[in-house]
């Protein structure tokens, strides 16, 4: 089963906290957004509701639980090869 890298990154500006699947959009918008967040946890993941329940045990949140009607989407091994491709030329800056 594809897995695909998740991050948590914290705002130095107001302590706000950002879960981010790696892709070139997600660090775009976190650089406009929030320009001096600090990677605070990496971590891998099957699907969004494997990352949510991640993101919510990283910060001591308890059992996550999805919206009503939200089904769990499982990452393809297309998506995790495409995260690969940009995670080799990524600048985290």
């Not at 130095?12 to 959009?25: A, C, I, M």
């Not at 769990?72 to 990524?90: G, I, K, L, N, S």
């Amino acid at each position: 089963m594809a897995e695909l890298v998740f991050e948590i990154w914290r705002s130095t500006d107001d302590n706000s906290f950002e879960l981010s699947g790696v892709t070139e959009r997600g660090d775009r918008l976190r650089k406009s957004v929030s320009p001096n967040a600090v990677l605070v946890h990496t971590f891998v993941a099957q699907s969004d509701f494997d990352a949510s329940q991640q993101n919510y045990d990283w910060h001591g949140w308890g059992k996550w639980k999805p919206d009503a009607g939200w089904t769990e989407h499982f990452y393809t091994d297309e998506e995790a090869d495409e995260q690969r491709r940009y995670m080799v030329a990524r600048d985290v800056r």
